[in-house]
């Protein structure tokens, strides 16, 4: 049997005390701290293999330690969310004065590069949107889910956790209601059509408890899943023939890009993604086509 020096168990509780800091102080997701407990759990165990004192930690000892999540093949940014966590770790211990200094302090994020996101044509889409048939409950839900996801860019998870009293179908638009902010999100014909239908002639039969409140709901009558979600959008991508990954987060990438295409405002495109920074929706621009960019090369007098 191991028996853990000092220093180990000393880390291990410090590492307890930190975590239960986040979630019970900084009330962090269930998600969050996982994540943080991975992170720092990681860290942990380098720092006993390599006997090193993660009080005494320097400069050197996390630069080595990022150079080993890399020579391990380790992603950027799983390095860089890494590197986040340990700072602050390190930054609860020098709160409460089990450490003197930051060895995080000074050292940068490994720099993470912008993944192109995939994006499907507009007779793609058109072609996707055209199989759920509205002969049966499953096809209503199925066409109404479809042209939402379509029309509001919205994420999963933020599409299957609304209610019913989300969707405003007198004023055709959807309220999300995020952690830090709630949007409002117009709906176009298209998708209030089939929305209506499905509130009207499909949901009121599926749902079995009136008491159950979700916008869209599974044929067992309860809240969709992710994982639900995204098995509707996979079959009918099958149906269509469509030779090109589609998932949900495809179809908002996608609404993004063909209302930048069609000349919509890139701050208006931003505030209906919800993105906090102007920077994650400019990633759109490059999708342009290239005779809005030509236009813009002619006209404008600094192009």
Known sequence: MLIKDEGEVEMQKQIKNFLNFIENDKK????????YRRDILQYEAYVEENKINFA???EETIKDYLKYMNDIGKKSSTMSRSLASIRSFYQYLLRVKKV??????GIQSPKIEKRVPSVLTSQEVELLLEQPKNIDLKGIRDKAMLEFAYATGMKVTEIISLNIEDA????GYVTCKGKDRTRNI???SLSLKALKDY???????????????ALFVNTNGQRLTRQGFWKIVKFYKEQAHINKEITPHILRHSFATHLLQNG???KAIQTMLGHSDISSTQIYMQFQDATIQNIYKKAHPRA
């Not at 405003?168 to 004023?171: D, G, Q, R, S, T």
């Not at 509130?199 to 409140?213: M, P, Q, S, T």
């Open 264 to 266: 919509a405002d890139l």
């Open 199 to 213: 509130v009207e002639n499909a949901r009121n039969i599926l749902i079995k408890d009136e008491n159950v409140k």
């Open 56 to 58: 005494k930690a320097d």
């Open 100 to 105: 003197k200094k930051d060895p995080t302090d």
């Open 28 to 35: 962090v997701s269930q998600n969050t701290l996982q994540s």
């Open 186 to 188: 117009p709906l176009g």
């Open 168 to 171: 405003n179908l007198e004023e």
